[in-house]
């Protein structure tokens, strides 16, 4: 195991009615910004527990923070915020708002250009954040990353700072999610895990088995939330199970491998591909691509997930690869790129943009934009596959 250090500050109130308590944990006498998307909340109710949480309490509000948050709105935010002396900020809404809060939270208290803060990839200082989430997938409501989008140009980039001081997570808010953001959002949780866990065994048994027990428990929930959406215990496992994928708690002194959202980003940037879809997409053919260097911890992931027990080393390895796509299919997504109309053109567009950038992502270094080709190329073809 490697050495680290591991501090997660957030504060996570969980359950039945907790919007309820954000008078509680709002500091008095701060200049509050609330922040949201682009109206679901307020068609599921949500706006409605917050408005009457803050109760007599003056804020503002800002409206319009899309999926995949783009950084020439939040310029906006980060002007009006500085206008009016905000020192606080309360996203509600998804992954998208919260991310896009952070950026704000950073904008307001630097005097960069919010891109400039993006491309640094680690946020100076920040203003203190909150989040009240609304969709379980990306973790960003207990960790400190944030992933902006700049549509001038078509880019999608990570940056690291400041984590939520609480998140406030009631898994009703799940209700009025649809079976395709649901599935985006098992698949977002399931590939987090899967980045983390990915590489080479006999690193930390403790992380293996709490990565495997957050694994199980997805595949386990996934196929009963399809006929039961409305169950609130599965939908707070679900909701649990997203938050722990990304919260830093199954990474302790192991070595990652984000490949798979790096070439997810890319996609979501060039063509909009939700992100939980894009990652569905690329880590079948990223495990076909790297089986033999990934070979020892497929054959663990492959008995301890999905009971693969029988065969060579190949054919287990195969096997894990395959289940995993079906996992994945289950869910109602698709995993080949010619399923959305997506080919060639972005593939080199992907590849270039890679080797301009002289990136080398994964646990060796070694994906750089030839190797991200080759991954896309085995994402690429419908036929044959499952
Ligand atoms: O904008 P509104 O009207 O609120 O609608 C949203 C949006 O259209 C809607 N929605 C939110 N809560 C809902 C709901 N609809 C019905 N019921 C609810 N309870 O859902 C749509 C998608 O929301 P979004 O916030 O974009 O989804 P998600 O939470 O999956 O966030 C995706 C973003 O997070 C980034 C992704 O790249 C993407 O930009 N990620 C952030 C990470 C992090 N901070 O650590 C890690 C992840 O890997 C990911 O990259
Ligand atoms: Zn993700």
């Known amino acids: 195991m490697k050495n680290f250090i591991f501090q997660n500050p957030t504060k996570l109130v969980f359950g039945k009615g907790e919007i309820a308590r954000l008078p509680e944990l709002l500091p008095d006498n701060v200049n509050l910004m609330v922040t949201l998307g682009g109206g679901s909340v307020t068609r599921n109710g949500v706006y409605d527990q917050v408005k009457a949480a803050l109760g007599g309490r003056r804020y503002i509000e800002f409206w319009g923070i899309e999926p995949n948050p783009r950084v020439e709105t939040l310029r906006r935010a980060i002007q009006l915020g500085k206008e009016n002396q905000i ?43 909150a989040s009240v989430m609304t969709v379980p997938a990306t973790g960003s ?13 078509k880019e999608k ?38 980045e983390q866990y990915m590489t080479t065994p006999g690193q930390s048994r403790i992380m293996d088995r709490w990565a495997e027990g957050v694994m199980l428990s997805i595949t386990e929930i996934a196929p009963k939330i399809k006929d039961n959406p409305l169950d609130y215990d599965l939908m707070a496992d679900y909701m649990l ?42 880590m079948p053919g990223l495990l076909r691509v790297l089986k033999d260097q990934k070979k020892a911890k497929l054959l663990q992931y492959g008995e301890r997930i999905f009971g693969i027990t029988a065969g060579s080393d190949e054919e287990r390895a195969d096997k894990a690869i395959e289940m995993t796509e079906s996992f994945y299919r289950s869910l109602g997504l698709t995993t080949r790129l010619s399923e959305e109309g997506i080919g060639e053109e972005t593939i080199e567009t992907i590849a270039s943009r890679f080797n301009e950038r002289g990136v080398a992502f ?17 994402c690429l073809l419908s036929s044959g596959h499952i």
């Open 87 to 129: 020192n606080y900020l309360l996203a509600v809404g998804g992954g998208s708002v919260l991310d896009g809060t952070k950026l704000i939270a950073a904008g307001i208290a630097a005097d960069e250009d919010a891109w400039d803060i993006v491309l640094k990839g680690v946020a100076g200082d920040q203003i203190p954040f």
């Open 141 to 153: 409501e207990m960790n400190g990353a944030a992933v902006i989008t700049r549509e001038e140009t």
């Open 157 to 194: 980039y990570g940056f690291g700072g400041d984590y939520p001081r609480f998140s406030i997570l009631d898994p009703q808010v799940t209700y009025s999610l649809s079976e395709h953001q649901i599935a985006c959002g098992l698949a977002d949780a399931y590939t987090h895990v899967l």
């Open 241 to 282: 199970a997203a938050t722990l994928a990304l919260n830093d708690f199954i990474r302790m002194g192991i070595t990652q491998d984000w490949t798979t959202h790096q070439i997810g980003h890319e996609l979501t940037a060039l063509h909009g591909t939700t992100h939980g879809h894009s990652l569905a997409i690329v």
């Open 362 to 378: 994964g646990e060796n270094h070694n994906v750089t934009g030839d190797v991200a080709r080759e991954i896309l190329e085995s």
